[in-house]
């Protein structure tokens, strides 16, 4: 069983950047590809951005390209998503997640609670 918890989130103008965190407790994140999705209101839960067990491989979602990084400290049991030049397409609740390398939602196990991203124009 893995606990994962999102912070980070929060209101921020186009243009600027957040941090997105997620901590795993209960077990390992040594053994999970992590993801990042979101979700706007009224929308389908979306792939944002994916990182395989041991960092060395990364995918995005085309939207995001070149302004979001992910990264993670296994160390830390820690995930990351790095958002830059942010838009207000960018609003949804963005949810971590654990489980195999895949942009599907359903190749992901455990999910946490999600953190809020407001992107002002």
């Known amino acids: 069983q893995v606990h994962v918890v999102e912070s980070g989130g929060g209101l921020v103008q186009a243009g600027g950047s957040l941090r997105l965190s997620c901590v795993a407790s209960?077990?390992?994140?040594?053994?999970?590809?992590m993801g990042w999705f979101r979700q706007a209101p009224g929308k389908e839960r979306d792939f944002v951005a994916e990182i395989s067990v041991s960092g060395g491989s990364t995918s995005y979602t085309d939207s995001v390209k070149g302004r979001f990084t992910i990264s993670r400290d296994n160390a830390k049991n820690t995930v990351y998503l790095q958002m830059n030049d942010l838009k207000p397409e960018d609003t949804a609740v963005y949810y971590c997640a654990a489980g195999f390398f895949s942009r599907a939602t359903s190749a992901y196990e455990y999910w946490g609670q999600g953190t809020h991203v407001t992107v002002s124009s």
């Open positions: 209960g077990r390992t994140l040594t053994s999970y590809a």
